[in-house]
């Protein structure tokens, strides 16, 4: 039985649900969504260079999740954790066990929960907001089956000082695992809030996830989310982060992609009030087969708001990397400013990059430019150094350092700013010393 | 601020000078499409086996396709059956001079500002006038001749020059191409045809003019231009028709072919009618144009002055195929009232060390849409390639909307790839700087327009840049405070 049937078959073995707590409608019809448009393939304009189409052709388990005992835990920790609010997903089961809340004013339980009790009005107005951005079954999947979710609620006036660590992991010891984590955050007004959220497989199997995170940002809140993505080459996953800003106010998210399977990100912004900023990182650095694709909206629905958007990419042996960045302004939206940028290394013979930054602009007061970039690293900069006594090596490290530091300055929290460092100097071969 | 717009408003007014009809009798093939149709038009043009062969391979393959609806615009379906597809000026036989032609005809081209006689004789342009897709007349043939460039119609060219048409005729845009191209292969009615021979340096500016007259026809015609080894051409296309309320079908395909050390230059300047202010009637301008760089070293440079038509569906593309060989694009698109422009290039570098350029400027009024599409593909043997591409958006008013699909794929590692883009509107600062030394605001705003489209318009040759420059002057008169 492929995937697909088999997702479809234990969607009618769950229980009827209520129709009352609104989470039944909205999944009635994303999996009416589902059938209607099917898995994406590589003739959907917005997946033309992505093809997942092949992990539907194979079988997955959604709950084989073993045992866990604290070792298997600790290398997947991020650093500082003791200083963190920790939420852990298990098969994109959110699992209340292992997870560690610390701040006040932080709240966690299960959508089905939320959906009944005083938040029900912030549910039912807010999840599933991503799929009027994404038209496509794989968010009408993730959609379908968000009675797993997970609602995450910042209260009003709160300042998280510990960050939030969200671990997604996918217990692929013993059979192939399809995961969806599901969460809606809701930050509340004036609350300011940090996220980080890492990927990890246990087990040599292969895994599929199908990760929808939808965060809604009050007036005068400020949002920090950070992407880490150093998946094995045996993890794909579909990651969509779809933040709405309802009021004035700011969210900075960084993306770190160092995987080594598939990844494709969805990241939407919606400036749905004056006065909104957004600030949009990524850095990429692939090797072998891996594949990074990462899809960008903002869409300025409002007057005075401002979005500045920078990607950068190193792509070497077989790699294949696309970026594809939208930018929206609407007729209402003047006074927009938006900015947008590419750039992109090639590293190898075989690799490859395909990018569209895109512009579909309907106000006219506004200013709005975007670039991109793609090329190797520069001779003459490669000569200098080489003529100073430095290795070829170490040259080529130091300046694809140099290239990827305006992205590492991005990251806020220190600890995981010099965890990153690490990783990519380690693959780099970078000494930082 | 409310100056300004009240002047958009005047100007966007500003009334198309090309509108008249022509009296002419026409010999017309009866609306609908079928093999029929095909062969009613092969008949016509008495055209050879192998032709009709090759419309009825295209004709059938067409029916299979779709329409395609990728494009940034919306329109109502058209109905392919209700199109008369074979529209001729009645000539009762072959002119050999220019003096032959129907005067009333003569008149429409004086009117239009293209004297098919003496006057174009001084300013040194061989000039084929295409109307409701039959060539009516070629100029300076003769002189053409005695350098062995051949310059003709492309049913006369059928007729005697079977074997070069037949080795080029969809080697560049294949039948299969496209929906529209497929469509255009089956019924096209005429066109030009130019061959550039070996090391030749075409001494003039060759030019077609199209023009649409009939009623109800759509206009289908076919331009193939071939530059032999180390040859140079510089070739012009113009286009008009007539006001009418309908909407017209425009679908042409253009093939250039460049040899080892060859040169074309295409510039277009196309004005067919945009519509009426309310949006209706207006030219639907479908057309497909590509050229190959074949032989190294060789060179393709396309320059396209869109202001009319209410909408352009156009990809002016290059195939780099020849190591060294260069490929350009420049354009400049206006929309103003409801046109809608979604219009491009495409940039596909297969031989080592090619570069391109692509400068795109889109000017929007109105309540028109403007979209750059373009695409810039590295092939994994395309060592060196270079492309530098840059596409600006100016808005006028603010229910006007400009936008940018460029993609990009590379699959070498030695490319070097630039893409840029920026949308703006007119600084009040520049007007202000403007008027404060007592220059008013409308001639303010038309100065900035053209220094907006200067980048593009100085690669024009000067005989169109005048008349491009007055075009862009009248298609926004107004709009701009």
């Not at chain 1, 968000?146 to 998280?160: A, L, S, T």
């Not at chain 1, 629905?301 to 970026?323: I, R, W």
């Not at chain 1, 007061?365 to 100073?388: A, N, P, Q």
């Not at chain 2, 495409?346 to 795109?360: A, C, D, E, N, W």
Request: charged fraction near 25%; hydrophobic fraction near 35%; charge should be negative.
């Amino acid at each position: 039985m492929n995937n697909l049937e088999y997702i479809k078959e234990r969607f009618n073995q769950l229980p009827v649900v209520n129709e009352q707590n609104g989470l039944g409608v909205i999944r009635q019809k994303a999996f009416d969504a589902l059938n209607k448009m099917g898995i994406p393939t590589t003739r959907h304009e917005e997946w033309k260079y992505t093809r997942i189409g092949s992990f539907f052709n194979k079988e997955y388990k959604y709950h084989t999740a073993g045992a866990f005992s604290a070792a298997d835990l600790a290398p997947l920790r991020l650093p500082a954790y003791e200083q963190a609010n920790e939420l852990f997903y298990i098969n994109g089961h959110f699992s209340p066990e292992l997870s560690v809340i610390r701040s006040k004013g932080l709240t966690v339980q299960s959508l089905q929960e939320a959906s009944k009790n005083e938040y029900k009005d912030i549910v039912s107005k807010h999840l599933g907001h991503s799929s009027n951005y994404l038209k496509d079954g794989i968010n009408a999947l993730s959609t379908a089956f968000v009675q797993d979710g997970v609602f995450v609620h910042i209260k009003k006036g709160q300042i998280i000082e510990h960050p939030i660590y969200i671990y997604n992991i996918t217990d692929a010891r013993q059979a192939n695992v399809l995961a969806q984590p599901r969460t809606l955050v809701y930050v509340g007004e004036n609350a300011q809030v940090k996220f980080v959220e890492t990927f990890n497989t246990l087990g040599t199997q292969e895994s599929f996830t199908n990760r929808v995170i939808e965060i809604v940002v009050e007036k005068d809140a400020i949002t920090e989310y950070y992407k880490l993505q150093t998946d094995a080459s045996h993890a794909s996953q579909v990651a969509t982060t779809h933040i709405q800003q309802i009021g004035k106010c700011v969210t900075h998210t960084v993306t770190v992609s160092l995987n080594e399977g598939l990844v494709r990100n969805n990241l939407n912004i919606v400036l749905d009030e004056e006065y909104c900023e957004a600030h949009l990182y990524g850095i990429y650095l692939q090797q072998g087969q891996s594949h990074i694709d990462n899809h960008t909206v903002v869409d300025h629905a409002k007057p005075h708001c401002e979005s500045n958007e920078l990607y950068k990419g190193m792509l070497d042996d077989q790699s294949t990397g696309v970026f594809n960045g939208k930018i929206f302004v609407r007729q209402d939206a003047q006074k927009t400013n938006a900015y947008q940028s590419n750039k992109n290394v090639l590293l190898s013979e075989n690799a490859s990059v395909n990018t569209k930054p895109q512009l579909e602009i309907f106000a006219d007061d506004v200013k709005c430019s975007h670039g991109c970039t793609i090329g190797r690293l520069d001779e003459e900069s490669l000569f200098y150094l080489r003529s100073r006594g430095i290795s070829e090596a170490t040259a080529k490290s130091l300046l694809l350092h140099g290239f990827a530091v305006d992205i590492l300055e991005q990251i806020k929290l220190a600890p995981i700013r010099e965890y990153v460092d690490k990783l990519i100097s380690e693959r780099l071969e970078f000494d930082l010393a | 601020m409310n100056n300004e717009l009240s002047a958009i408003e005047k100007t966007v007014l500003s009334d198309y000078k090309y509108g008249f009809v022509t009296e002419i009798e026409a010999d017309e093939a009866p609306p609908g499409l079928n093999e029929d149709t095909i062969r009613f038009i092969s008949a016509k043009k008495n055209e050879p086996e192998w032709m009709l062969e090759w419309r009825l391979k295209a004709y059938n393959h067409w029916l299979k396709m779709q329409e395609p609806n990728w494009a940034n615009i919306k329109y109502d379906p058209i109905n392919y059956q209700s199109i008369k597809y074979y529209s001729a000026p009645k000539q009762k036989k072959k002119v050999n001079s220019l003096d032959e032609i129907d005067p009333e005809l003569r008149k429409t081209f004086e009117k239009l500002g293209i004297s098919l006689d003496e006057q174009k004789r001084l300013s040194g342009v061989a000039i084929d006038a295409v109307i409701d897709s039959v060539s009516i007349g070629t100029t300076f043939k003769e002189q053409l001749a005695e350098l062995d460039i051949i310059f003709c119609s492309i049913s006369e060219a059928i007729q005697e020059h079977p074997e070069l048409v037949k080795k080029y005729i969809g080697s560049v845009v294949p039948i299969t191409d496209n929906f529209f191209s497929a469509l255009n292969a089956a019924v096209f009615s005429d066109g030009s045809f130019c061959y550039i021979p070996k090391g030749v340096r075409c001494p003039m500016e060759l030019s077609t003019y199209f023009r649409i007259n009939a009623e109800g026809t759509g206009q289908f015609e076919r331009t193939l231009l071939i530059a032999d080894e180390g040859s140079y051409v510089s070739y012009l296309e113009g286009c008009t028709a007539p006001i009418r309320d309908e909407n017209q079908l425009h679908a042409a395909v253009v093939e250039l072919i460049a040899h080892e050390n060859a040169e074309i230059k295409y510039s277009t300047v196309q004005n067919w009618y945009p519509g009426d202010k309310d949006g209706k009637g207006g030219i639907y301008n479908f057309v497909t144009k590509r050229g190959i760089c074949q032989g190294a070293h060789s060179k393709i440079s396309w320059t396209q002055v869109e202001t009319g038509s209410s909408i352009t569906w156009k990809y002016p593309s290059v195939i780099l195929k020849g190591d060294y060989s260069v490929g350009e694009f420049y354009s400049v698109a206006v929309t103003n009232n409801h046109q809608q422009a979604d219009t491009g290039t495409k940039m596909m570098h297969l031989g080592k060390h090619t570069r391109s350029r692509i400068v795109s400027k889109g000017i929007s009024a109105g309540v028109s849409q403007n979209s750059y599409r373009g695409l810039v593909h590295v092939g994994k043997n395309a060592a060196n390639a270079r492309n530098f591409s840059q596409c600006d958006s100016l808005l006028l008013g603010d229910k006007c909307g400009a936008h940018t699909f460029p993609y990009i794929e590379v699959k070498n590692n030695s490319a070097v790839v630039e893409h840029e883009a920026t949308t703006s509107k007119i600084g009040e600062d520049q007007i202000f700087y403007c008027n404060q030394r007592g220059i008013d605001t409308e001639t303010a705003v038309a100065l900035i327009i053209n220094g907006f489209a200067k980048e593009v318009m100085n690669q024009l040759p000067m005989e169109f840049a005048v008349e491009a420059q007055k075009l862009l002057a009248i298609s926004l008169e107004g709009s701009v405070g």
